[in-house]
């Protein structure tokens, strides 16, 4: 392996706690976050989010896709290359007979090439084989995120069993390996929707971006093969959760800003759902979603957090990648359910797809800061790849002896999640005495993170003039080994940084508040199953 090209310093540690209320990203407080954890409405907490800024109200004409997946699973990072298949070759997809709808698992075309491309992967969702994906970013420029979208009981109820088709992973998969642009992203999942179906959990959505535009697309459970999607103009902020659409022109096959099923509309009628003489314009979400009430702000089905954040984002204009980052990290809606963060960093002024950065967290990013990981980049270190804890199905097997090296690595999710743990949780979960752990240590946690985000983000313009040259010299593996070394570099120095600050605070943490603990008997049967949205 190559010495290392560059060094990198870890911002300094606080030693205590400032106790004070945690607030919004940016520092401005907010009526929600001052509410106790109790107060928190059931709807706001858990499910994954998507934000979303167009490149004409950020600070460098750049697009921004942030988010997170909400899974209780193993998180972590690989950088999957690009593949070529013989004529023939298929691929699995679909899900078990273990999902909350059953389906059965089928066979589809495999593509003749794949792209590459880097994502943050996990291990379980019942019924859906792992490993799974949310989204990520191809080496065409395309960012995909994967949203929960329930649609109505009657879509749910009509959906066939065992169930055929893609699952969510599936189709962020395909338009990560297939796709070359948001719309043709967009365009390419709606057509596996309709010639392969789409074996859903009740509904489903996605935000694709790239350093153009982005774009909205709904999957409807029911197994009609109804989706729908709407352009987002680059003026727009979107935070998505769940995914919505709004009003649809009668003739929205005919507009550029929209996609969909040739029977989304006519579906609807046939189903009494929607009249056209009656009701008047086409409301997606009105017609196919959970929620049929009049539309508030605009905006359907939102929790009051979610559009709240929106709304914050708007006012930041431009909004800078620190923003997205500070937004997708905001207390408000990140729980520990939130299992990893991402923003994908979309800019025009590349020479090289190569450059095109995923900032990654790799737990709640409460407790994980956001590390630069390239498209050009070969590898992550092996405290990133898979490892057992909490990876589905390991409870029940000895560890293959060919995993034992691997294995004895330290663990970036579980290091990450032990400092989550250790500093009491988020707002959503923590109790009178893990809110106390939360107020001492959450600000110099967090002062700690964007500070070495700070210093990554400066780093930047260098390392791209670096890589840059590199390939105009005509050497692309040098600048591939270059990315790689100081990607891992950075990411091995964010554990370190993480680490260390678990030590102190779950130290401190003992002096200052205890700790508390339960029997076996008592976790098994009063504490487990968790369900973290009760």
Known sequence: ??????????????????????????????????????????????????????????????????????????????????????????????????????????????????????????????????????????????????????????????????????????????????????????????????????????????????????????????????????????????????????????????????????????????????????????????????DRQPEQDGMQMRAPAVAEMERWLEAREPVSLSDMKEAVRSPKITSQTAGYGTVAHLRDDLEHHTLQTLWATVAPSSASPFMPHYIGQEDVPVEFKWHRYLSQDEDAQFLPPELFEQEASRYAFREFKRLFHAMGGSLWNAGPAHEKRYEAFYPEVEEALTAYEAARRAEQEQVHAMAGALIASGEPELAETYLTEYSNTQALDALDLVSTMADSIEKRGRLLFGVETYRSDEIYEDLLPYDGWE
């Open 1 to 290: 392996m190559p010495q290392r090209l560059i060094t990198l310093a870890a911002p300094a540690l606080m030693i205590g706690g400032a106790a004070s209320a945690p607030t919004l990203a940016g520092g401005e407080a907010s009526e929600l976050l001052a509410a106790t954890p109790a107060t928190y409405p059931k709807e706001e907490r858990g499910k994954s989010v998507g934000l979303y800024v167009g490149h004409e109200l950020t600070e460098d004409g750049s697009v921004l896709l942030g988010g997170y997946g909400d899974e209780p699973s193993s998180h972590f990072i690989e950088v999957i290359p690009a593949q070529s298949h013989e004529p023939g070759a298929t691929m699995e997809v679909g899900i078990t007979d273990q999902a909350d709808i059953p389906g059965e698992r089928i066979e589809i075309p495999q593509a003749s090439q794949t792209n590459k491309y880097i994502a943050v992967r996990y291990t379980s969702w019942a019924g859906f084989p792992p490993p799974l994906v949310n989204g990520g970013l191809n080496e065409q420029g395309l960012a995909a995120r994967d949203i929960w979208s329930p649609s109505r009981e009657e879509l749910v109820e009509m959906t066939p069993t065992p169930q055929r088709g893609l699952s969510y992973s599936d189709h962020a998969q395909i338009a990560m390996e297939r796709a070359e642009s948001a719309r043709g992203a967009t365009a390419l999942v709606g057509e596996m929707v309709e010639e392969h179906g789409h074996a859903t959990y009740g509904g489903n959505s996605h935000l694709f971006a790239d350093e153009d535009e982005g774009w909205i697309l709904i999957q409807l459970a029911g197994g009609e093969g109804l989706w729908a999607a709407k352009r987002l103009a680059p003026d727009e902020v979107r935070v998505s959760r769940p995914g919505y659409i709004g009003e649809i022109p009668a003739d929205f096959q005919d507009h550029a800003d929209y996609m969909g099923a040739e029977h989304l509309i006519s579906f609807a009628e046939e189903q009494g759902w929607y009249d056209p003489e009656q009701d008047g314009a086409f409301h997606f979400n009105e017609v196919y979603g959970t």
